[in-house]
């Protein structure tokens, strides 16, 4: 349903967040 749709959406948008977080640490840290 779109529900669903909204939902994965969000948990997408919510990983590519800690991602790019995690990628700017990395290039922080080299």
């Given amino acids: 349903t779109q529900e669903r749709?909204?939902?994965k959406a969000a948990?997408?948008?919510r990983h590519?967040?800690?991602l790019a977080r995690e990628s700017a640490r990395r290039t922080r840290m080299y």
Wanted: proline residues 0%; glycine residues 0%.
């Fill in 16 to 18: 590519l967040k800690k």
């Fill in 5 to 7: 749709k909204r939902k």
């Fill in 11 to 13: 948990a997408v948008k």
